[in-house]
């Protein structure tokens, strides 16, 4: 097999590959194959195709990691605005003295961290959605302020 084709071909598996997982650091590799395979094209040796490969996808990368870096967002609290300000049922506490505790939200328990002022001790309160790390809640004893997203 030509050395442009197998790169093609691997270019190919790894953009495929990039629509399962979602995160674009196989696409960028896969962008590299395909310049390494432009540059074996063009008749460049293995060592100058793998530079140039190496090259695109490091550089497309760092790009990707920058580009989720900033819209990652460093305010955890507002990173979900479609259940901010939704009320929760506190039903047990994980840990109090970190604030961990199970509350029940749509009809299912959830991970909450409790944030802000002083927590409720007893189970039954409610409590009011702030923002989401990851698959836990974080929730205050009052509604959040009104903001726009």
Do not use: C
């Not at 990039?18 to 063009?42: C, D, K, Q």
């Not at 990691?65 to 990173?79: C, E």
Request: proline residues 4%.
């Amino acid at each position: 097999m030509e050395p442009w084709l197998a790169w093609i071909v691997l270019g190919f598996i790894l953009v495929i590959i990039e629509l399962v997982s979602g995160t674009f650091y196989l696409l960028v590799l896969g962008v590299g194959a395909f310049a390494a395979s432009i540059a074996a094209w063009l008749g460049a040796n293995l060592l100058a195709q793998a530079v140039i490969g190496a090259a695109v996808a490091i550089g497309g990368a760092w790009l990707v990691h920058a580009w989720h870096a900033k819209n990652r967002g460093s305010d955890a609290q507002a990173s979900n605005f479609l259940d901010r300000g939704q009320a929760v049922v506190l039903e047990s506490w994980v840990d109090e003295n970190r604030g961990a505790a199970r509350v029940k939200y749509r009809g299912t328990t959830w991970d909450a961290r409790i944030v802000g002022a002083a927590a409720p001790n007893a189970p039954g309160s409610t409590l009011y959605i702030e923002g989401q790390e990851g698959s836990t809640l974080l929730v205050g004893t009052s509604p959040p302020a009104a903001s726009a997203p």
